[in-house]
């Protein structure tokens, strides 16, 4: 892995938080919903949090900036470059 490799959470102290994120997938059906995105973030600082893997900055993890990411993703607004093909 590009991170290498971390502990795994024998005693369950991010359980909690790592299934609400599975069941969060299940319902959008897989999709990167934003309520999914924030579980699985809360999930990267408990584990950052119990020393279950190294402390880094969520910008590093993929969360630089979720406000921009949720106001207008690609494919929203309808100018997603393949949905707008002239024959």
Not at 59 to 68: H, I, P, Q, R, V
Request: hydrophobic content about 25%.
């Amino acid at each position: 892995p590009e991170r290498g490799s971390f502990p795994l959470d024998h005693f369950g102290e991010c359980k909690d938080i790592m299934q609400s994120y599975l069941r969060c997938l299940r319902a959008y059906r897989g999709t990167n919903d934003q309520e999914c995105r924030m579980l699985s973030k809360q999930y990267l600082q408990c584990r950052m949090d119990r020393n279950l893997m190294a402390p880094d900055e969520m910008k590093n993890l993929g969360y630089a900036d979720d406000s921009k990411a949720s106001k207008g993703s690609a494919g929203n607004d309808g100018n997603h470059p393949n949905l707008n093909t002239k024959s």
